[in-house]
């Protein structure tokens, strides 16, 4: 059984920064891929940013247009860990934030992690 815990969302202002954390745990294979993916209301889920585990090269990453030069995703392979870093947050980056893993043909998603941005 795969597991995946988000945490670091919450209401922050225009310009600020915010940091998402992803824990997986359960059986999960040193080669996978992890990322986010956000919700805003009344739109489908979209990609926001997705990293391979990398084991010998370093992981690759892969950033929806929206995000690319704001929001970093990075990872620990020890941790089974995923985060992505935030900065200049615009009111349109409003969203619930999922994690999600790909491990061994199956897709696992996070409960989803609110994050408000105020004008």
């Known amino acids: 059984q795969v597991q995946l815990v988000e945490s670091g969302g919450g209401l922050v202002q225009a310009k600020g920064s915010l940091r998402l954390s992803c824990a997986a745990s359960g059986s999960i294979f040193r080669i996978n891929v992890m990322g986010w993916y956000r919700q805003a209301p009344g739109k489908q889920r979209e990609l926001v940013a997705i990293?391979?585990?990398?084991?010998?090269?370093?992981?690759?990453?892969n950033y929806a247009d929206s995000v690319k030069g704001r929001f970093t995703i990075s990872r620990d392979n020890a941790k089974n860990t995923v985060y992505l870093q935030m900065n200049s947050l615009k009111p349109e980056d409003t969203a619930v934030y999922y994690c999600n893993l790909l491990n061994l043909g199956s897709t696992y998603w996070g409960q989803g992690t609110q994050v408000t941005v105020s004008s």
């Open positions: 990293i391979t585990s990398g084991i010998t090269s370093g992981g690759s990453t």
